[in-house]
């Protein structure tokens, strides 16, 4: 396989098919990206995913590059900012990361959204949150064990995750434009795939447990 193809990878065994749900109304979509970098391919990522995503998505970025560092002691008195995170997730009905992989693992301005937003005690944010988790990076392995640590993080917060399709993407800048232009058809449709079942995963996530 070229290495320029990105990696599409699913060890779930093909289930039973069913119909895909009614989409009646427009659902809302956080994205978080998980680098604070102005030049991130994740956030090129981000741009290539919204591009190609079904009708049916509204998205908004959730920004995080101004939290302070999560400190427990402002449980009683929480930043602006924190607030505002909080805010953001209350107002979205789905969630979706896009994240590079740091060390094996995920970048500490995530890992720090995440506590903030999972804070106070008895006020987690994510909660019954559907949420799609997605990267890519320069090498072969596209983020797979970022995304398998901050599935943990995700898991640990109940939120209702799509676990399959999985899609590691290795980043080629000749295809994935910082426009949302995605050069290779094949590229662009296993971007397009993977945002079709993340928005029947929402679906069918709210049809059992509708947010607010």
């Given at each position: 396989?070229?290495?320029?193809?990105?990696?599409?990878?699913?060890?779930?065994?093909?289930?039973?098919?069913?119909?895909?749900?009614?989409?009646?109304?427009?659902?809302?979509?956080?994205?978080?990206?998980?680098?604070?970098?102005?030049?991130?391919?994740?956030?090129?990522?981000?741009?290539?995913?919204?591009?190609?995503?079904?009708?049916?998505?509204?998205?908004?970025?959730?920004?995080?590059?101004?939290?302070?560092?999560?400190?427990?002691?402002?449980?009683?008195?929480?930043?602006?900012?924190?607030?505002?995170?909080?805010?953001?997730?209350?107002?979205?009905?789905?969630?979706?990361?896009?994240?590079?992989?740091?060390?094996?693992?995920?970048?500490?301005?995530?890992?720090?959204?995440?506590?903030?937003?999972?804070?106070?005690w008895?006020q987690?944010?994510?909660?019954?949150?559907?949420?799609?988790?997605i990267?890519?990076?320069?090498?072969?392995?596209?983020?797979?064990v970022?995304?398998?640590?901050?599935?943990?993080?995700?898991?640990?917060?109940?939120?209702?995750?799509?676990?399959?399709?999985?899609?590691?993407?290795?980043?080629?800048?000749?295809?994935?434009?910082?426009?949302?232009?995605?050069?290779?058809?094949?590229?662009?449709?296993?971007?397009?795939?993977?945002?079709?079942?993340f928005?029947?995963?929402?679906?069918?996530?709210?049809?059992?447990?509708?947010?607010?």
């Open positions: 396989m070229n290495e320029a193809v990105p990696r599409w990878c699913s060890w779930s065994e093909p289930g039973p098919s069913f119909d895909h749900p009614e989409v009646s109304v427009a659902r809302k979509v956080g994205y978080i990206v998980g680098s604070l970098s102005k030049d991130s391919i994740n956030r090129i990522l981000s741009t290539c995913l919204i591009a190609v995503a079904p009708d049916g998505l509204e998205f908004t970025e959730i920004p995080i590059g101004d939290l302070p560092l999560y400190n427990r002691d402002l449980d009683n008195d929480y930043p602006a900012s924190a607030t505002a995170l909080k805010d953001a997730i209350a107002s979205s009905d789905a969630l979706l990361f896009i994240t590079p992989e740091y060390n094996r693992s995920i970048p500490g301005a995530l890992k720090n959204a995440i506590d903030w937003a999972s804070r106070p008895g987690n944010s994510f909660d019954h949150v559907p949420a799609g988790v990267g890519t990076s320069p090498g072969n392995i596209g983020t797979a970022g995304q398998q640590t901050l599935r943990l993080c995700l898991s640990f917060v109940n939120a209702r995750q799509m676990t399959a399709p999985e899609a590691y993407i290795q980043f080629d800048p000749e295809i994935y434009l910082p426009t949302g232009e995605v050069t290779d058809a094949e590229s662009k449709e296993v971007l397009a795939s993977y945002m079709q079942e928005q029947e995963h929402v679906e069918r996530v709210l049809t059992v447990l509708p947010r607010n």
